[in-house]
């Protein structure tokens, strides 16, 4: 008789507990991390900020840029990735709409500097070279 008690309860228990470790993991992927989070709440709408995709080959390139020039030792901008970070993407499209630009087709890399957009590798680098008088 405890036998049929016991092996219930303890298949029971194991349900349980994968159940709550399972929608443990859900809502950890779902949340953003609570500096991301503040950081967007507290950027000033003017702050440079840089959208790039991870495996993005005309990212690299920016990138490539930004290293060898020491660009980011120069000026102040933030790097968003958007690939696997849906917050970050929805701030490139609301970035993109304020622009006038279809927000169901942006690609990356994406500069917002304030008040424009800059759409590709060279005219971002342009502006980088702009700001950092290396033209």
Known sequence: MKNKII???????????????ALSQEKNKDQTPADETATAENQPASQIILFYGDGCPHCAIVEEYIRENSTSDKISFAQKEIYYNQNNAKELGAKAK???????????????????????????INFFKQKTNEQ
Do not use: R
Not at 107 to 112: C, E, H, R, S
């Open 98 to 124: 304020i622009c006038g630009l279809p927000t169901d087709s942006i690609g990356v890399p994406f500069l917002w500097d304030g008040e424009k957009c800059l759409i590709g590798d060279q005219d971002i």
């Open 7 to 21: 092996i219930p309860t303890i298949l029971f228990t194991l349900v349980l507990i994968f159940s709550f470790f």
